[in-house]
């Protein structure tokens, strides 16, 4: 697997109001309009996501980081080969992505997103 940076990073938090009202007006970062997703997504300016959820609404996480591979399924082969409990893959705006759990007990994601 080769990892090309970080796309996404998540916080879960019972001040998710407060948090979003930050990111936007303290930050600068646009919020995104993404139906179906139980965070608001705010757009970075190098193309990668930052989601504020309520508390517990990432799962059993209060952070989480998103890696960028180019080829998600030898990634997800690759992990499950190793012993890692892996999601199936989820196609969502232009990406694919899966989560799973480090040793670290953290929730992270693997992203790839569609040429174009």
């Given at each position: ?10 916080t879960?938090t ?51 980081i ?21 999601d ?29």
């Open positions: 697997m080769r990892i090309y940076g970080l796309t996404f990073a998540g879960s019972e001040q998710r109001g407060q948090m979003c009202t930050f990111v936007s007006e303290i930050l600068g970062l646009e919020k995104m309009d993404v139906p179906d997703v139980e965070a608001d997504l705010f757009r970075l300016p190098d193309g990668a996501t930052f989601a504020v959820a309520s508390l517990g609404g990432m799962g059993p996480t209060e952070r989480s998103g890696f960028l591979v180019d080829d998600l399924d030898s990634a997800v082969v690759e992990l499950r080969s190793a012993g890692f409990e892996v199936e893959p989820v196609n969502h705006e232009g990406e694919r992505y899966v989560h799973f759990l480090a040793p670290d007990r953290q929730l992270y994601e693997l992203v790839e997103r569609s040429p174009g």
